[in-house]
Structure formats: C-alpha cells, structure tokens
C-alpha cells in the first residue's frame, strides 16, 4: 500500500482528516491523548517506521531495562514490536511495516495492535508492575 495512501486513510478513519506526512516524511498521532506515536516512512519508500518514546518514571534500575529486554525476544510479549535505547537515553517502543505487503484493513490492524500493546507497556510501567516483576 502507498504510504501516504495509508496515512491519509488513517486520519480520516480516526477523524484527523488533515494527518499527512510532512516534507521530512514523518507525522505524529496521539492516541487516547497520552500516547504519542512518530510515523516515519524510510527512504526505501516502502517501510513505515512507528516509534514512541515510553514513560520513563519507573525505569531506573538495570532490572526493569532487563525486564524490556526480555519482552523483545522474539516479539511475543510486544506484538511484533521492540523496545531500543535511544542515542539521548529514551526507551523506545518501535516497529517496522513493510507496506507493500499490507492493504489498508492490515495497515490499521497492525497501528491499533502496537498502540494496544504501547498502552499495556505504559500501564505496567507506570503502575510500578515492571519493576515489581523483576524484584519477585
């Protein structure tokens, strides 16, 4: 599917009629208006990029970053997708779409299940569950 194509279908279905990409191929879209997540389509012109940055409030001991670390493996606790370490130290919640394998109904599915699987990540987070977790 046509990246801005897709971009320009999901706005309309989420009643952000205006959501394109800008000139540098990126926007962002708030979901439940505390989630942020980048779009960011790669110069293949065919991979779209979804990034957001995670609460950072609970995360400061080596166990919870190890606790993310083990959500990655092989994608099962994250929908496909996977934390990372920013150059500035932001933990990130990332994912990667090959379009052209994916029409518009797969598009939206794979958006609503990473920001699913974002909002239980910041819940747990946030909770303080994470790192109660990693101290049983």
Not at 59 to 73: C, I
Not at 78 to 92: C, D, I, R
Request: proline letters at 3%; one cysteine or more.
């Amino acid at each position: 599917m046509n990246v801005p194509d897709a971009i320009k279908e999901l706005g309309l279905l989420l009643g952000h009629p205006n959501l394109a990409l800008g000139e540098d191929g990126t926007c962002r879209l708030s979901f439940d208006k505390h989630l942020d997540v980048d779009f960011e389509l790669l110069p293949d012109g065919s991979t779209l990029h979804l990034s957001s940055a995670v609460s950072l409030l609970e995360l400061e001991t080596e166990e919870s970053l190890a606790e993310l670390l083990r959500a990655n493996l092989l994608g099962t606790h994250t929908g496909g997708a996977f934390f990372s370490l920013s150059p500035e130290g932001e933990v990130l919640f990332e994912r990667r779409l090959w379009m052209d394998a994916l029409d518009l109904t797969g598009f939206t599915q794979e958006v609503e299940a990473f920001v699913n699987y974002l909002d239980g990540w910041e819940d747990r987070i946030s909770s303080g569950a994470l790192d109660a977790a990693t101290r049983a």
